[in-house]
Nanobody, 128 residues
């Protein structure tokens, strides 16, 4: 059964860095490299929002304006993982971070509805 498992969350101070990782398994019949991968986050009382995405074909990356220049998404197709390097963290980056996947060819990478598979999330808390 297909599964995404996030790790790497924690409690840090503003200005610190964290690296989240998402491990994919059970994607039988399709190589991990054929999946588009995204990171989203959800703060208490708020809707889940797009953070970053990396495409399956050319590895193109996309970021929300709020994290551009501070966060970097990357993937290792040999290890079936996608990472999110988060630098210069701010209190407003606090939330549960989820990774998600799809194998669509044409979709809105920032839309939660575009992703079929989700992980259980990992908590990131940034204190001021």
């Amino acid at each position: 059964q297909a599964q995404l498992v996030e790790s790497g969350g924690g409690l840090v101070q503003a200005g610190d860095s964290l690296r989240l990782s998402c491990a994919a398994s059970g994607f039988s019949g399709r190589a991990f490299s054929t999946y588009n991968m995204g990171w989203f986050r959800q703060a208490p009382g708020k809707e889940r929002e797009f953070v970053a995405a990396i495409m399956r074909n050319n590895g193109a990356t996309h970021y929300s304006d709020s994290v551009k220049g501070r966060f970097t998404i990357s993937r290792d197709n040999a290890k079936n993982t996608v990472d999110l390097q988060m630098n210069k963290l701010k209190p407003e980056d606090t939330g549960v971070y989820y990774c998600a996947s799809n194998f669509l060819s044409n979709f809105n990478y920032y839309d939660t509805r575009s992703y079929a598979k989700w992980g259980q999330g990992t908590q990131v808390t940034v204190s001021s």
